[in-house]
Structure formats: C-alpha cells, structure tokens
C-alpha cells in the first residue's frame, strides 16, 4: 500500500524532498502521493514533523 499525506500536513516540503522517485508533490493546500509511484519505502513518513504520513 502507498502512502498518504493526511490533514495534518502544514506545507513544509520537508517530504518532498526525500523521496527517491519523486511521488509527492504540492496539491490544493497540502502535498499529496502519487500512488502508482509510490515504492512504499517510508523515507517521507520518517521525516514528516507532524507525523501526517501513514501507509494507506
């Protein structure tokens, strides 16, 4: 299952960053994951200073 950035996610970019194949990108007020290139890895979630990053 891919990731899924939730609610909490305040904008920072500090995922986006970590991705290894560039799955996560700015959406409508938060950033989202693109869940066909997502490899499931959990760099992004490991990083994520409120924690709005789950397995989905």
Same mark, same amino acid.
């Given at each position: 299952?891919?990731?899924?950035? @939730? &609610?909490?996610?305040?904008?920072? $970019? @500090?995922? %986006? $960053? %970590?991705?290894?194949? #560039?799955?996560?990108?700015e959406g409508d007020g938060m950033y989202?994951?693109?869940? &066909?290139?997502?490899?499931?890895? #959990?760099?992004?979630? #490991?990083?994520?200073?409120? #924690?709005?990053? %789950?397995? $989905?």
């Amino acid at each position: 299952m891919a990731y899924v950035i @939730t &609610d909490a996610c305040i904008m920072c $970019g @500090t995922c %986006e $960053g %970590e991705c290894p194949v #560039g799955a996560i990108s700015e959406g409508d007020g938060m950033y989202v994951i693109d869940a &066909d290139a997502c490899l499931d890895c #959990g760099a992004c979630a #490991g990083v994520c200073p409120t #924690g709005a990053i %789950e397995q $989905g």
